[in-house]
């Protein structure tokens, strides 16, 4: 059975400096893995996601995830930080062939102006 | 374009009380999922349908019956409402079929308080 783990329930971050959002998986066979960001009152919305090809994807909001293979590891990352950014981020894999995802716990970004 | 939406936003209901929860999608998605959220605990899948006339039990779907009533709309009712089923609800739904793993879309989702 596929999981994943955030490590940390929340993260808070400097306005203006460089925010990672840690998340870890086991699969069997090769994953497919999302970040999804949930903003107060809201449902979840698409980030990212990396199915295969390049370790480094890109997407909304100027975000970025590295897949690492070796360290079943695929951290949100994102160069500067801005307010807006305060939400709830959740990382969620599944395995190549089967659209059942599982999530992770969602982890709280705050960022200090 | 709507995309995915559900009806109530919130709802408080006595145990043992029934309700269904309803989901829509305007996106032609061949895939609609429920799942609930509940504090440290992620997200939960409950039920899933890969096209319309199919259901498939999730992770938590005890207490739980689900209907893919035609391609766009997918309820998720509670015959006998507990405590235990006081959560957030989402529905989600998905272009693609078995074959592979798409973007899920969500809805607002619904507040669920089972006193």
């Known amino acids: 059975a596929q999981s994943v783990a955030q490590p940390e329930d929340q993260v808070n971050v400097a306005e203006g400096n460089p925010l990672t959002v840690k998340c870890t998986y086991s699969v069997s066979g090769n994953p497919y893995l999302f970040w999804y960001v949930q903003y107060p009152n809201r449902g979840l919305q698409f980030l990212l996601k990396?199915?295969?090809?390049?370790?480094l994807v890109k997407g909304s909001y100027g975000f970025e995830a590295e897949f690492n293979k070796s360290q079943t590891s695929f951290h949100l990352k994102k160069p500067s930080a801005l307010v807006s950014d305060s939400a709830l981020y959740f990382c969620a894999v599944s395995p190549f062939g089967n659209e059942k995802l599982t999530f992770g716990t969602g982890t709280r970004l705050t960022i200090i102006p | 374009n709507a995309g995915v939406t559900q009806t109530p936003k919130f709802q408080v209901l006595k145990t043992g009380q029934s309700m269904t929860l309803q989901c829509a999608q305007d996106?032609?998605?061949?895939?609609m999922y429920w799942y609930r959220q509940d504090p440290g605990m992620g997200l939960r899948l409950i039920y899933y349908?890969?096209?319309?006339?199919?259901?498939d039990k999730g992770e938590v779907p005890n207490g739980y019956n689900v209907s893919r009533l035609n391609k766009r709309e997918f309820s998720l009712r509670l015959e006998s409402a507990a405590p235990s089923q006081t959560s957030v609800y989402f529905c989600a739904s998905s272009e693609r079929d078995y074959s592979s793993t798409d973007t899920q879309y969500f809805g607002p989702g619904t507040r669920l308080t089972v006193l």
């Open positions: 349908s890969a096209s319309e006339g199919t259901t």
């Open positions: 990396y199915i295969t090809g390049d370790n």
């Open positions: 996106m032609n998605h061949n895939s």
